[in-house]
């Protein structure tokens, strides 16, 4: 067979003109093929002559009439008799199509030449022919050739050329413009045009243009309002730099944005016209005109006004010391003293206070300073001195009397007369020494004065004289008869009395006066008046002597008119002067310096000329500025000939350039010469035009270029350039746009229309490549190679790819052969089975309601089981499940009433019998379908504070009835939230941490994924919106259920290659490997680089040509604003990077790794591990720098690019105190129970638990509130049981407390198991009961025995003896090498035992072949003699629980909720379930889970209320009982049966309340006669009383127990009669001697 079909390989021999040529050696049979290749096979060779016609003859091969009767042409290639059904059918021309042995379906082209279609080749277009089937006519299509558009069915198509989607698009589109075309005519070329986008203003025909924007017409003037508007900058590039400026008398102004606006009206306004002189001071600047400046007069005046000017004061005479705080600057008071008073004459006045005399004292009054009093006794005295010829003198007006009469000289008082006190003197005329001396005075031109000295009376009057100057002159008198030293200014003094002094004889001449010596007369003479000079003793100096140089001095006519800057010097040029006398003014002149030529003008600059082209020297000496132009072969000109220095040498034609005093850099646009342009504008290419000349540096000659016309590419030096077009760059988005992205190729580049589009590799196109347009492409993952294709990966199983199109990758699936129908998405069936469903299917859809079947293990079988639709739960093994439907998932009826809801019966049949129940404290009786009728104590019995809570879906509770206004609204679990007074509590319900019928569980996190609940709400829409989020870098989320898929952009890993090259990257395929590409970023162009930067290029003279790599160095984009402007490229930001382009260099980015979206950026990988994400360097050149931070209280070392390694130091926290994520809150509190957190650590969180409250029971419940009941006892809480357990390590539980014995010690976490009736050990943990442990050594080569000691971490493993045992020949270490024994040394044996995973023992080495396989690690079964053994596993098995979670094993899965763990199947995984305990109904399971809720055996109906005791043992009191009906759980109809209605049941729960009441007074009786009776024991009494209960703790025992005891005779349990019956006749005889029974004790 050829391994396909199964058929003989039995082919012609003679077939070489057969399509399917075969080789081979001819067979004696008659065939050919693999089955004739042994040279056995070759005993005789036969050749086959005959020869056949199969078209003309009749044979069962021939074709007859087949094509004959289509017409078509019969042809048999090879007429030898062994090729038949060869001939062919063959379509008659012009149609095509031949088939093989059949009739040929044949096709008619009507765009093959000679048909309709030609008409459109003629014309230059395209014709297609979509339909080629014969009766498909005139449906041929003309469509325009590129970059033309437009086609017609069966006709010529009217062309249109939009060149905006050609040049436009590369010159305005990809720089932001907007273009139009206003003639699509193909022959109107050039007239496309470029508008700016709005709102920028500006349009250029077939360039870009100038884009202007007065942003006060946009959005200036709504961002000012109000204000004035102004736009300095009105280029659209120039944005943001509007300024608002406030409306006057506002001041205030502000760049892009609207001003803050301020009015001070002490700069402008009334104030700051009132406060002049006084300190303004405006509080509120912000509002126009409210006159509330204040005026404040300034140190050391005080005084303030608002709104008008203060009233300045100071009074300086204020009466004691300065008072504190007076103004700085303030002087003190003015200090008159006790004798003189203070006057302020105004207090408007600064220094006017004065001090004033008291009477009779007169008063010299000197302001601001104490008065000098005084009183001149002559003012009453005088008459007495007049009465004598004399005048009356007192020397001191402060002391009296002390006046006197003096002589009136020349008298002279007589001097032996001391006794002229108070009267007149004694007078006398002396004659003095002038008589005999006077003639030295009078010599002198002085006068002579005697002098007496009549206070001394040895005195002689001779030699008493002295000389006085004489007027006008001055000077100290004489003495020792001397004459006087006089002295006289002649210029200054004028005076009759002084015939030689000048008297203004100089002034009046204009002139100034000088006296060289006071001491000599008649020496003064004239000086002339500056500036001229001369000098003439008595007498003025005649003008015409005066000299006067006008050219060196400052006057109103000479050069220099006073500012110190001469006129002829500020010329240049210098000032000669005529005459030098003061009658000659204003005859200098100002004249040229040489070489300078100038005609002068009196008193004014001169006119200069030269020539400096024509001069023989420059000046300094230089070269003649003609020869220093001449000899550039420049000219020389000279704009100004009075300048020096400013001659020109400009440059001779055609080149251009000029410069001053030096040679001239000569340049030449070699594109003005006729010649040079014509040879550009004479080659044109295609359609696009001519080319154009530039000159790139008109500084070098023979640089021209010629530019091909856009978007042709192509230029040539001082010659024509070869031109041609990359038609990609303008079509190549037909192909990037296709179904399937496709690459674009242009052949030949010299030619228009014959661009094709390409498929992508691995993708081939189903029929050649696209020409000028899309091509059909296909990629069947089945057959191609590449990242996501098959591969051969199905091997033996059938690959089918349903999708080809290239865009759907990994879609192709394996299929198993038939019979089984598994099949697998992108790889191969592990294990091809057969679904048991098939089969029992209708054994599900047959219960009620019907079920579905699943089979957990199509490769097993009896691994079917039926499961409840939703939203019933329940699964079903091998039949029906008990399917469980707990109604109260489903509705927030009782929620939104602050209450509980309760399914009292949750079978899936029984619906709609829900209740809401009171929340403690709230009491009331359960209500059907509604809330409850709940009552409450205290201030929450008030409707209108309970209502509060209710409404939000909380409960009430008054936690002290004897306050007031302390009521508390709390949350009801599982939302968790603190308790608000008065109002309701802020209550959430994190769906992703807490355990409800709406939360998320497990769901997101075992796939790997994060589980995000942004809306922790507890009712409502929030419930169930918690959502699904990949792990970072990957990304997709789903709300409700798990990311089926996660997609990783790859740029996120190969971003930095296109970055670094200025390019973007772009992963068109998230979902798919080595999809990523690098593409340019405009204006550059080019094709995309797969997996590799791309090849940019750049339009002719883009500066970016040059200067892209700087920028791109940068992670930036180059952009070149214009091409015929140098210098104003630019780097450009890329995103996510924001910053200002920089003209001519890399602009300064910024990148927040941490806030932004980019390839190396953070995304949610930090807040996913809830840590802190932290960028070092904002700079966006830095990337890949951000860092995770861990978040209190967890502490690590940062990482870089990655979560940290966070820790929690170990703290003390107490979950049901404290408040936390994982805290308790009030779920325990608010169901009445105690709260315990069994670690109190940080590091051990969610551990706390809810236990009953006393005389409540039930088994603690980790996370949530429990289920208390009254009727049980719990042993735990007997004083003979209490103490059992090791508190340190473990706790006491009561697995049932219905019966007794069923109480054990349980390890706390993080130890594991449990002992019953009696103490547990925990604190050593066997490490080798660990599976993972047991696996390390099972797995060795051979399989080894794992060994612990009770030091932790210490296991080992040893290797096995030939018992089979571990002993002295074992190795230490965690992997030993052991020697094998026996027949075990043969490799091919033991890989039999190890193949299997388990070990090989030969327990004979002596015997031969008596090797056995025997069950490793934790697997036990008998061993296999010879061959693997037959091993099993029970995953129940408390060995399990070891060295993991309490949550991960089964055991304790199922023990912590008093049910039973099963493995079902040994020889498997995952097949353990939890099954009910007797007395609930043990049919109940639950897959890999607990039961969710044990449901009660029915239980026998009774007909009516009775009394019956209810004993366990014989010593248990007789007490009658009431008991109560009990509602049966199950199908319908016993309900009412027990009870009429539900409130006559009520009404049995009030008669048992009321019970509980009356027998509390008994129960009292009833301790004090225990107690009595106790106290008078005697020595009858029981020994084994007295044996069991020492007397010490006798009555605490019998106290304690009497009381629960009571407690549950009183509420007894929900039992019929007969099961009491039942139970009370397998009630033992007697106690055990162990330990009493419960009933016993009390």
Not at 672 to 700: I, M
Not at 745 to 752: C, I, Q, S, T
Not at 1012 to 1030: I, S, T
Not at 1252 to 1257: D, G, S
């Amino acid at each position: 067979g050829d391994g396909r079909n199964w058929q003989w390989n039995d082919f012609p021999h003679n077939n070489k003109a057969s399509r399917n040529p075969i080789t081979g050696f001819v067979c004696e049979w008659g065939g050919v093929g693999e089955l004739c290749m042994e040279k056995t096979d070759l005993t005789r060779v036969e050749k086959f002559v005959t020869e056949i016609d199969e078209c003309v003859e009749d044979c069962a091969t021939c074709a007859h009439d087949t094509c004959t009767a289509f017409e078509q042409e019969c042809n048999d290639p090879e007429h030898d008799g062994t090729s038949l059904s060869d001939w062919t059918c063959t379509c008659p021309f012009p149609q095509v199509g031949f088939e093989v042995a059949a009739a040929a379906d044949c096709e008619l082209d009507e765009c093959a030449p000679g048909q309709d279609g030609e008409a459109c080749t003629d014309v230059g277009q395209t014709c297609t022919d979509p339909v080629k089937k014969v009766s498909s006519t005139e449906d041929f299509v003309c469509v325009c050739p590129r970059p033309q558009v437009g086609q017609m069915t069966n006709g010529v198509a009217t062309c249109v050329l939009d060149e905006c989607q050609i040049v436009g698009r590369l010159k305005c589109t990809s720089f932001g413009f907007q273009c139009h075309d206003p003639n699509q005519a193909p022959s109107s070329e050039g007239d496309w045009e470029c508008s700016c986008a709005p709102p920028s203003e500006g349009k250029e025909v077939a360039k870009q243009p100038t884009c202007m924007l007065d942003e006060c017409e946009h959005d200036g003037n709504v961002v000012c309002g109000d204000q004035t508007c102004e736009d300095p900058d009105k280029l659209a590039s120039a944005r943001g730099d509007f300024t608002c400026t406030c409306l006057s008398p506002m001041e205030g102004t502000d760049t892009g944005k609207a001003a803050v606006c301020t009015q001070d009206e002490c700069k402008v306004g009334k104030g700051a016209e009132l406060c002049q002189g006084q300190t303004c001071t405006d509080a509120d600047t912000s509002t126009p005109v409210k006159e509330d400046f204040l005026c404040e007069c300034i140190a050391p005046f005080t005084g303030k006004a608002t709104g008008v000017a203060a009233t300045c004061q100071i009074d300086e005479c204020r009466a004691g010391p300065d008072p504190a705080g007076a103004p700085a600057g303030t002087p003190p008071p003015l200090d008159c003293g006790a004798d003189q008073k203070c006057i302020e004459p105004s207090k408007a006045k600064l220094n006017d206070a004065e001090c004033h005399c008291h009477p009779p004292a007169e008063a010299k009054v000197v302001m601001a300073r104490v008065a000098d009093c005084s009183w001149d006794e002559c003012s009453t005295h005088t008459q007495t001195c007049l009465s004598a010829n004399q005048h009356c003198h007192d020397p001191d007006h402060n002391n009296a009397p002390d006046w006197v009469c003096q002589c009136i000289p020349p008298q002279v008082s007589v001097p032996v007369d001391t006794d002229g006190q108070q009267r007149p003197a004694q007078c006398q005329d002396p004659d003095g020494d002038c008589k005999e001396h006077g003639h030295i005075c009078h010599n002198a031109g002085q006068v002579c004065d005697a002098l007496v000295d009549l206070t001394d009376p040895h005195t002689p009057f001779d030699d008493l004289f002295e000389c006085k100057c004489t007027s006008p002159s001055y000077g100290a008198k004489g003495s020792n008869a001397a004459a006087a030293l006089c002295e006289l200014d002649e210029c200054e003094t004028v005076s009759d009395d002084c015939p030689s002094c000048e008297n203004d004889v100089c002034a009046a001449a204009g002139q100034t006066c000088a006296d060289p010596s006071t001491s000599v007369q008649g020496d003064w003479t004239c000086v002339c008046a500056a500036p001229s000079a001369g000098s003439k003793a008595g007498a003025p100096v005649p003008l015409g002597e005066c000299a006067l140089n006008e050219c060196e001095a400052q006057c109103p006519t000479c050069a220099d008119k006073g500012a110190g800057t001469p006129l002829c010097a500020t010329a240049g040029q210098m000032c000669v002067e005529g005459a030098t006398t003061a009658d000659a003014t204003g005859d200098w002149q100002c004249q040229c310096a040489a070489p300078l030529e100038f005609r002068a003008t009196t008193a004014a600059l001169a006119t200069c000329s030269l020539d400096e082209c024509t001069e023989a020297a420059a000046a300094g000496g230089g070269d003649a500025a003609g020869k220093v132009c001449a000899d550039a072969g420049q000219v020389c000109h000279d704009p100004a000939p009075g300048t020096l220095g400013d001659y020109e040498c400009s440059c001779a034609a055609p080149r251009v350039g000029s410069a001053v005093a030096a040679a001239a850099e000569c340049t030449l646009n070699e594109c003005s010469v006729p010649s040079n342009r014509k040879t550009c504008t004479d080659a044109t290419f295609l359609a696009y035009g001519a080319q154009e000349c530039r000159d790139p540096s008109e500084a070098t000659d023979g640089d021209w270029v010629c530019v091909c016309p856009a978007p042709a590419a192509g230029n040539a030096t001082a010659g024509a350039a070869s031109c041609e077009v990359d038609e990609c760059l303008m079509h190549g988005e037909v192909c990037e746009r296709a179904a399937t992205p496709q690459r674009c190729a242009d052949p030949d580049r010299a030619a228009l229309g014959d661009w094709v589009c390409g498929c992508v590799a691995p993708a081939e196109a189903e029929v050649g490549s696209g020409a000028q347009r899309a091509a059909a492409c296909m990629l069947d993952e089945c057959t191609a190679e590449c990242a996501t294709c098959a591969n051969g990966a199905c091997g033996g199983q059938t690959c089918a790819d349903v999708d080809r199109a290239p865009t759907s990758r990994n879609d192709w699936t394996c299929t198993c052969l038939p019979p089984s129908t598994d099949s697998a998405p992108g790889r191969a069936v592990e294990v091809c089975t057969v679904d048991e469903c098939i089969a029992h299917a209708a054994t599900c859809e047959a219960a009620t309601p019907p079920q579905t079947c699943e089979d957990n293990d199509p490769a097993a079988s009896g691994t079917w089981e039926c499961v409840c639709a939703k939203p019933a739960a329940g699964r079903g093994q091998r039949g029906a499940a008990a399917c469980v439907r707990n109604e109260c998932a489903e509705t927030e009826a009782c929620a939104r009433a602050g209450q509980r809801c309760k399914d009292r019966n949750e079978a899936a049949t029984s619906l709609n019998d829900w209740e809401c129940r009171c929340v403690a404290p709230a009491i009331g009786a359960p209500a059907l379908l509604a809330p409850a009728a709940c009552s409450m104590d205290g201030e929450c019995a008030d409707a209108a504070n309970s209502a509060v809570c209710t409404a939000a879906g909380q409960r009430c509770e008054d936690p002290d009835i004897e306050s007031d206004g302390d009521w508390l609204c709390r949350c009801i679990a599982p939302a968790r939230g603190t308790s608000a007074q008065g109002a309701p509590a802020a209550c959430t319900l994190d769906e992703c941490s807490t355990a409800c019928p709406s939360c998320a569980g497990t769901t997101c996190t075992r796939q790997g994924q994060q589980c995000v609940d942004e809306d922790q709400g507890y009712r409502g829409a929030a419930l169930g919106d918690w959502e699904c989020r990949c792990a970072a870098p990957k990304t997709g989320s789903k709300v409700g259920m798990a990311v089926p898929a996660c997609g990783l952009n790859e740029c996120s890993v190969h971003g930095a290659v296109c970055a670094g090259n200025g390019q973007d990257c772009i992963d068109a395929d998230t979902f798919a490997d080595g999809t990523w590409q690098c593409e340019c970023r405009a204006p550059a162009m080019g094709a995309p680089g797969n997996q590799r930067p791309a090849a940019c290029v750049f339009d002719f003279g883009d500066e970016c040509a040059t200067h892209s790599a700087t920028c791109a160095a940068a992670g930036q984009r180059c952009v070149d604003p214009s091409t015929s402007v140098n210098g104003d490229w630019a780097c450009h930001c890329s995103a996510p990077a924001v910053g200002a382009p920089r003209t001519g260099g890399v602009a300064a980015c910024v990148l927040d790794e941490c806030d932004e979206k980019c390839d190396t950026c953070a995304g949610e990988m930090c807040t996913a591990a809830g840590q802190e994400c932290v960028d070092a360097a904002t700079d966006a050149a830095v990337r890949g720098d951000w860092a995770c931070r861990c978040v209190a209280p967890a502490t690590g070392e940062p990482s870089t690019g990655a979560p940290a390694a966070c820790a929690v130091v170990s703290e003390e926290l107490d979950e049901c105190a404290g408040m936390c994520g994982t805290c308790a809150g009030d779920a325990c509190s608010a169901a009445g129970q105690e709260c315990v957190d069994v670690r109190p650590s940080t590091q051990s969180t969610g551990d706390w638990e809810c236990r009953c409250r006393l005389p409540l029971a039930g088994p603690p419940r980790r996370g949530g509130a429990t289920k208390c009941e009254v009727p049980e006892v719990d042993e735990c809480q007997l004083a003979a049981v209490r103490d059992v357990c090791d508190t340190r390590t473990s706790s006491c539980y009561d697995t049932d407390l219905a019966v007794d014995d069923t109480w054990e010690c349980r390890c706390n976490e993080p130890g594991i198991g449990y002992e019953e009736l009696g103490p547990v050990s925990c604190a050593v943990l066997n490490e080798c009961d660990d599976a993972a442990n047991v696996a390390v050594c099972a797995t060795g080569h051979p399989p080894q025995q794992c060994v612990d000691d009770p030091e932790p971490d210490t296991w080992e493993c040893h290797c096995y003896l030939e018992s089979g045992e571990g002993g002295a020949w074992h190795v230490m270490g965690r992997y030993p090498h052991c020697p094998l024994f026996g027949d075990c040394n043969d490799d091919t044996v033991s890989s039999v035992c190890e193949g299997a995973g388990q070990r090989c023992h030969d327990p004979d080495v002596s015997t031969d072949g008596d090797w056995q396989c025997v069950c490793a690690g934790q697997e036990a079964g008998p061993a296999g003699e010879q061959g693997p053994a037959v091993c099993s596993f029970d995953e129940c098995a408390a060995a399990q629980c070891v060295g993991g979670a309490r949550s991960s094993c089964p055991h304790m899965v199922c023990h912590d909720e008093n049910q039973a763990c099963e493995d079902v199947d040994g020889q498997k995984r995952n097949t353990w379930q939890c099954r009910c305990k007797a007395p609930h109904d043990t049919t109940r399971t639950a897959q890999r889970a607990p039961v969710v809720q044990c449901i009660d055996r029915p239980h026998p109906v009774s007909p009516a209320p009775t009394w019956a005791p209810k004993t366990r043992s014989p010593a248990a009191p007789a007490t009658p009982v009431p008991t109560l009906p009990v509602p049966v759980q199950g199908a319908g109809g016993a309900d009412e049966e027990e009870c009429s209605t539900w409130l006559a049941c009520y009404w049995w729960v009030l008669l048992v309340l009321l019970l509980l009441l009356c027998c509390s007074c008994a129960l009292a009786a009833a301790l004090l006669l225990v107690r009595r009776r106790a106290a008078g024991k005697t020595a009858n009494d029981s020994e084994d009383w007295q044996n069991t209960f020492a007397a010490g703790k006798e009555n605490e025992t019998s106290n304690e127990d009497t009381m629960r005891e009571a407690s549950k005779s009183l509420l007894a349990e929900e039992m019929s009669p007969a099961e009491k019956g039942s139970e009370e006749a397998a009630a033992p005889a007697a106690p055990k001697k162990s330990k009493k029974s419960k009933r016993e004790e009390v």
